[in-house]
């Protein structure tokens, strides 16, 4: 499966951006998918993810209550909708794809297929 992130750019602190993982390739439809990120200097961190079954997680501690994580099947994409934004939300922004079909778990440590990433810039 190949994954195409998009919708990043510079923003204002406060502002809001939606991130969107095109998948194409393979169906998302029955695979949880996630989104990660990577700061200058700091080690890939997660995100959100969302279930095959619409069931949503975040990384509580970094985006709690201002992202949002979608899935569109029919479209093949996921999206990341952020607002609230802060300079420490900038970095790069990977989705992420599981090869286990219907699984209940989600693993934050990383997925099995990446996206190219798209760079986030927050200024304050």
């Known amino acids: 499966v190949q994954l195409q992130a998009s919708g990043g750019g510079l923003v204002q602190a406060g502002g809001s951006l939606r991130l969107s993982c095109a998948a194409s390739?393979?169906?998302?439809?029955?695979?949880?998918m996630g989104w990660f990120r990577q700061a200058p200097g700091k080690e890939r961190e997660f995100v959100a993810a969302i279930k095959w079954s619409g069931v949503s997680t975040y990384n509580v501690d970094s985006v709690k209550g201002r992202f949002t994580i979608s899935r569109d099947d029919a479209k093949n994409t996921i999206y990341l909708q952020m607002n609230s934004l802060k300079p420490e939300d900038t970095a790069v922004y990977y989705c992420?794809?599981?090869?286990?079909?219907?699984?209940?778990?989600?693993?934050?440590?990383?997925?099995?297929?990446w996206g190219r990433g798209t760079l986030v810039t927050v200024s304050s």
């Open positions: 390739g393979r169906t998302i439809s029955g695979y949880a």
């Open positions: 992420a794809a599981d090869s286990r079909r219907y699984s209940s778990a989600i693993n934050r440590n990383g997925m099995d297929y």
